[in-house]
């Protein structure tokens, strides 16, 4: 379980209440629960493809990532996008 604030967007204030108490004695911060995430994705044991380290194929992935979800970041790879 990872703290986050999704437990005060419930109605109910006895779950908001166990929601944070949880959070208190339970979870982990955001950096320790991005982690299984992050080996799930790529274990350390495992090496990466030669096309992994491609920075077209990692333009093209950010561009399309972008373009489906409606979020554009300033920085894509390292440079700064001209927002003018």
């Given amino acids: 379980m990872t703290s986050s604030d999704l437990q005060d967007g419930n109605a109910s204030a006895v779950?908001?209440?166990f929601g944070r108490l949880a959070n208190r004695v339970h979870a982990?911060?955001?950096s320790a629960g991005a982690l299984p995430t992050l080996y799930a994705a790529v274990p350390p044991r495992v090496g990466r493809s030669a096309r992994a380290g491609?920075?077209?194929?990692a333009?093209?992935?950010w561009t399309g990532?972008?373009?489906l979800t409606g979020v554009v970041f300033p920085e894509r790879l390292g440079e700064v996008v001209d927002q003018g």
């Fill in 15 to 17: 779950l908001r209440f």
């Fill in 28 to 30: 982990q911060d955001a």
């Fill in 54 to 57: 491609d920075p077209v194929a």
């Fill in 59 to 61: 333009a093209h992935l």
């Fill in 65 to 67: 990532s972008e373009e």
